[in-house]
């Protein structure tokens, strides 16, 4: 959380920049949100990648990580939609989705509007707030070589999708930084980003959720590694989360197994992956 903790720059007025417990804290609100949602509603959602691996190994966060992500199956994310639009949340949190037409993303997040997050690398204009990540989980198809091509589609877009919304001037190297200001107009003019969301939702929602015997994470997932058998996925099992009980899936151990291998043991220091941002509260 090294880039959350630099002080470089000026806070928003009357902000404070947020430890990494402050952010967590917040972000447990908003989990707890979600969740008396899905109850109230009957809706299904499952813990996903850091999230689920820090329920497992740590009971909660994983102590380095600085966010939740969450999976739910397509007719239920739907259903999440449909509520979301008629229902608004409380005043400090907002929902955001492409189907809302309030996200460049093909998901769903809860921000909390009493944050403000400068990111070292994206400049969106939906993207102000700190947040939670709900994702929809869709079909797959048994062919290994087709489940492959399928994250393959999505993976390209997705990285056109984020060279979109990066920071003019900046860049993980002098080119990169150099050539941003010539070809993001032209990606923008060319593909742009809600029609780069439609076409990575069309390519996840080819196979129905509830008609396939495999579903994953597609639209933001790891990978061909996501592949799950549905039935044993959504007999989930509860599990702790910071002191809370949250939903995960029946097949928790095959889905760590498949995307970190040897779960159980952290990563040595210079591994451990944080986001590029500094994060400030009231």
């Given at each position: 959380?090294?880039?959350?903790a630099d002080t470089r720059g000026s806070a928003p007025e009357g902000a404070h920049l947020l430890s990494l417990k402050e952010i967590q804290a917040r972000e447990l609100e908003m989990l707890?949100?979600?969740i008396d949602i899905c109850e109230k509603n009957g809706l299904r959602y499952y813990m996903a990648g850091g999230t689920l691996l820090g329920a497992v190994r740590h009971k909660g966060f994983i102590p380095w990580d600085d966010d939740i992500d969450l999976l739910m199956p397509r007719p239920d994310y739907e259903k999440l939609q449909e509520i979301a639009a008629a229902q608004p949340l409380f005043p400090r949190y907002e929902f955001h989705s492409s189907a809302l037409g309030n996200l460049n993303d093909p998901m769903c997040k809860i921000f909390d509007t009493s944050t403000y997050v400068d990111k070292k690398y994206i400049r969106d204009r939906y993207d102000r707030y700190l947040w939670i990540d709900i994702f929809p989980m869709d079909g797959l198809p048994a062919d290994e070589t087709e489940v492959e091509e399928i994250y393959r589609k999505v993976l390209r877009l997705r990285r056109l999708l984020k060279f979109m919304k990066s920071k003019e001037g900046a860049g993980a190297s002098r080119?990169?930084?150099?050539?941003?200001?010539?070809?993001k107009p032209f990606a923008l003019l060319v593909f742009g980003r809600k029609r780069i969301v439609r076409r990575i939702e069309k390519i996840a929602r080819k196979y129905a959720f509830e008609e396939?015997?495999?579903?994953?994470g597609i639209v933001f997932g790891y990978g061909p590694q996501e592949k799950c058998v549905r039935e044993s996925y959504v007999n989930g099992v509860e599990m702790e989360f910071e002191g809370c009980k949250v939903m995960a899936p029946g097949c928790f151990n095959y889905y760590l197994t498949s995307l970190f291998g040897d779960y159980m043991t952290?990563?040595?220091?210079d591994k451990r992956q944080v986001h590029f941002m500094k994060i400030y509260g009231w």
């Open positions: 959380m090294s880039d959350c707890k949100l979600f080119l990169r930084a150099f050539v941003k200001p010539f070809l396939s015997e495999y579903v994953g952290p990563p040595p220091e």
